[in-house]
């Protein structure tokens, strides 16, 4: 057994799951806070949908730190390059992140002073939104591919990751989120604010399934996602599609946890999809997929992958044990006459 090319296929596997389990569950947190501020209609209306992700928003983004952390330590040069390329996106995420965190924290701990809930609704409006169009933008070009230098420096700035497939990708991944974070607020609330969230998901849906499937057809057409190593991220899309559908009649017949579940479902095939038509290659060059940084020239030495592997075997099951408790601990739908602590 080759522990050269084991580990690094491990890592990115490992990789794969983190941002799934990032996509999947701080999906509804993006979704929940664009809603609050579209479908709240008094400060206590949008207080409790702030609450319905209160117990779990911080966690959530444990799993974007922790796959940033993989990705550094176990593949450095992939890293590396990654951050340096896109580094404006990605200090415009942390901004958004940092402003909806302060939303989050100080909301509820100022009174009536009305300029300060009025920041704090615009920064979690900003912070919830511009994420997963980010995101969006980041994984089509990830899917397209970039100029890469002779030492696989990204040659695009940040300008040169804007085109029109792009931004449709951006855009898909926000209208997703909306519905993830719409079934959410469906599951987790009650009488009109569970209607609320139950009519604009119904609205949701038929909007964001164009343009995901305008997207993908024109990423069939443009990148070979869904066509490398043997059909295996299309075969990924298709089982994505069978959730969306599925959440849509779940929708329709009230059956709120396992529409929710299907959102989840279609968030995390699509991003098993993508990671799968990635493998092997990290950074795929738009100019010539043959020269792509591979996972095994970015990876770092074995000594240090077979370490992290057994802190991760040891430290894995504590960290989904937390997350499985906590969602049995917050189960219960949240109502107007409920304490509310944001």
């Not at 390329?85 to 009536?112: C, H, N, P, Q, T």
Request: positive net charge; glycine residues 10%; charged residues 15%.
């Amino acid at each position: 057994m080759d522990l050269a090319v084991v580990l690094p296929n491990i890592w990115f596997l490992l990789i794969t799951i983190l941002f799934t389990g990032f996509f999947i569950l701080e999906g509804y947190d993006f979704g929940v806070g664009v809603l609050s501020q579209a479908l709240g209609r008094n400060d206590l209306e949008k207080r409790l949908y702030f609450n319905t992700i209160g117990p779990f928003w911080d966690a959530n983004e444990v799993w974007l730190l922790t796959g940033g952390g993989a990705m550094f330590a176990a593949f450095p040069i992939w890293y590396g390059k990654l951050f340096s390329g896109y580094y404006i996106a990605f200090v415009l995420m942390l901004v958004a992140l940092i402003l909806r965190g302060v939303s989050f924290e100080f909301r509820g701990k100022l009174g009536d002073n009305r300029l300060w809930i009025r920041f704090c609704d615009f920064s979690m409006l900003i912070g919830s939104a511009l994420p997963p169009i980010l995101w969006g933008v980041a994984v089509a070009n990830f899917m397209t591919g970039a100029r890469l230098s002779e030492n696989k420096a990204l040659l695009d700035g940040f300008l040169g990751l804007l085109s029109p497939f792009t931004i449709l990708g951006g855009l898909m991944m926000f209208l997703l989120m909306l519905v993830h974070g719409s079934q959410f607020l469906v599951l987790k609330t009650e009488g009109g604010l569970r209607k609320s969230a139950q009519k604009i998901s119904t609205l949701l849906f038929p909007i964001s399934a164009v343009v995901t499937l305008v997207f993908a057809g024109w990423a069939f057409i443009k990148t070979d996602i869904f066509t490398n190593n043997y059909y295996v991220g299309a075969v990924l899309a298709v089982i994505a599609v069978v959730f969306y559908v599925a959440s849509f009649f779940l929708n329709r017949s009230n059956k709120d946890l396992l529409a929710f579940l299907s959102t989840s479902g279609t968030l995390g095939f699509l991003t098993l999809s993508v990671f799968a038509g990635m493998f092997p290659r990290a950074i795929i060059n738009s100019e010539d997929v043959t020269k792509s940084l591979f996972i095994y020239d970015a990876a770092s030495g074995i000594y240090t992958l077979k370490l992290m592997t057994y802190v991760a075997c040891f430290m894995l099951p504590f960290v989904l044990g937390y997350q499985v408790w906590s969602y049995i601990i917050f189960r219960k739908r949240l109502r107007k006459e409920d304490e509310l602590e944001y």
